[in-house]
């Protein structure tokens, strides 16, 4: 069957105009912009400086800066000057933006996002995509290791100076190895990726917070920064400073992606409580010191910790330690993160405590006291028996000696 005249030329119409469509389409493709280049370098707490070259863009009327740090939703913005710059149409363009650092802060070890945006004459704006440059310490080339737990312990990175993959390997294990653990403390779904740096010294890390307008105390985490900062000193001691710096990094770290900003509210002795239960050794000095406080019957109210109160000594951190461990093999580790779960949300003292062991403050306090001392009547009735063993055997020398015949 033929088609109409009428049909035959509405199919006509129709192949025109979709030649017409097909052939503007590269028309519109052609019309961006030719040349874009956007970027950013900086010196270590001085100056951050942003650039930007283009050409074939259109007449250029304005250019405008944007960027923001680490996750903060909140942008800054700079109107940056065009200068004798050409701005006619088709002229290549560079403008640059220096940041002074000495007087804007960035927080260290952070992301810095920026963009810009172009204004032009008779045309809609320009946006040139966000880009990141990571704002690090740069005075050491930092090595790198990157792993990642399948089994859902979060991606690491290990940055550490100085020659070799020992270094870095070994951190990464002690990570992999507290991790487990301490994911099942924390009220945490995910955990997020995140940085650890090793500083050869304390000087190195002390210089390289203030640089950055920061006020360094050794044994300080600054889990904001969404990483890790610690030091090893000797290499023949690693192991013990990477398990105390790591154990008190990450539990701090974990308690901050957990609970964001209540994690600062939270009374000491809980992170320094998490830190010792993942670490992985007895600290002999703390164990020394809770031992010579139950026997001079000097130990800290757990009223006291839970004000509060720094954990500023071998006492307090001692107690901290031994008091979560013992909450959490009593009650369980569920318990644990009703703790912190209810210290996040702003309960007091007696209510976060009923609520993770149904027991008072004090009547908790008692209960691990009564179990650090339970065991000491052991010691002492086996510590008699062994005095008494040696008395006897004494006393059966002595009567041999009498005993024995004497020669003519």
Excluded at 317 to 325: G, H, I, V, Y
């Amino acid at each position: 069957m033929t088609a109409s005249p009428v049909r035959r030329l509405c199919l006509a119409a129709l192949a025109i105009l979709l030649g017409l469509l097909l052939r503007a389409a590269p028309v519109a493709a052609q019309a961006e912009p030719g040349m874009v280049l956007s970027t950013a370098d900086y010196v270590y707490g001085q100056t951050m400086r942003f650039k930007l070259a283009a050409a074939d863009v259109g007449q250029i009327e304005s250019i405008t800066l944007f960027f923001r740090v680490g996750v903060s939703p909140d942008a800054y913005s700079v109107d940056v000057p065009l200068g004798d710059a050409a701005v006619a149409a088709g002229a290549p363009l560079e403008v640059s933006y220096a940041l002074d650092l000495t007087q804007t802060r960035l927080p260290p070890f952070s992301p810095v996002t920026y963009w810009w945006r172009i204004e032009r004459a008779g045309g809609e704006a320009l946006l040139v995509p966000e880009q990141v440059v990571s704002y690090v310490d740069d005075q050491f080339t930092w090595n790198q290791l990157v792993e990642t737990d399948e089994a859902g312990g979060g991606s690491v990175r290990i940055h550490w100076t100085g020659e070799g993959e020992g270094l870095g390997r070994q951190a990464a294990d002690l990570v992999f190895e507290m991790l487990p653990r301490l994911s099942r403390l924390v009220p945490l779904d995910r955990i997020l990726p995140f940085d650890v740096y090793l500083y050869p010294s304390t000087a190195d890390l002390g210089a390289a917070l203030r640089l950055a307008g920061r006020e360094y105390q050794p044994g300080q985490t600054y889990p904001d920064l969404g990483v890790i900062l610690t030091t090893v000193v000797n290499l023949e001691t690693a192991d013990a400073e990477l398990r105390d710096g790591l154990a008190r990094g990450l539990a701090d770290l974990l308690l901050y992606q957990a609970v964001g900003q209540a994690a600062y509210t939270l009374p000491p002795w809980l992170g320094r409580g998490l830190a010792g239960m993942v670490r992985g050794q007895t600290d002999p000095v703390l164990d020394n010191t809770l031992r010579s406080a139950l026997s001079s019957e000097t130990t800290l109210p757990l009223a006291e910790l839970c004000a509060g109160a720094a954990v500023d000594t071998d006492l307090a951190a001692a107690q901290s330690e031994a008091l979560l461990s013992y909450i959490a093999a009593t009650y369980g580790e569920a318990a644990v993160r009703e703790l912190l779960t209810a210290f996040a949300g702003g309960a007091d003292c007696e209510t976060a405590v009923r609520a993770a062991t149904q027991l008072t403050p004090g009547q908790l306090d008692a209960a691990w006291l009564r179990s650090l001392r339970g065991g000491e009547p052991g010691r002492n009735v086996a510590e008699m028996a062994v005095w008494g063993v040696l008395l006897m055997a004494g006393f059966g020398f002595a009567a041999l000696l009498l005993l024995r015949p004497r020669r003519k």
